[in-house]
């Protein structure tokens, strides 16, 4: 038996919700991790027959992502590792440290 998303955000803890939502951000699943697999074959595609001179910079992630409804692309679902500053790395490493319970030995 089924229950619906009201059902489940009654039942579940804030601690489990933030795992849960940290989880996602790490390893997304579903149709999104869906899209962000054709969205990298895609790319890979690209890049192996791109004409440096005619395009000298290498092609985005978030060009190949597909978008619903006339809206655009949310960027933070395909965020590159090396997009994110040293202190945003180091803060998204502390966030998941404290959500997981884990010590900060520093």
């Known amino acids: 038996m089924g229950c619906t998303v009201d059902e489940l955000l009654r039942r579940i803890s ?3 919700l933030t795992e849960w939502m940290a989880y996602y951000g790490l390893n997304p699943f579903g149709d999104k991790r869906g899209d962000i697999q054709a ?3 895609s790319r890979t595609m690209a890049e192996i027959h791109r004409s440096s001179k005619k395009r000298p910079e290498p092609y985005r992630l978030d060009e190949f992502m597909l978008s619903f409804g006339g809206e655009q692309q949310d960027r933070r ?3 590159e590792v090396d997009e994110l500053s040293p202190a945003a790395q180091r803060a998204w490493l502390e966030m998941l440290n404290a959500t997981f319970g884990g010590k900060d030995l520093r």
Do not use: T
Request: aromatic fraction near 0%.
């Open 14 to 16: 804030s601690r489990e």
């Open 39 to 41: 969205a990298i074959i």
């Open 77 to 79: 679902d395909v965020v």
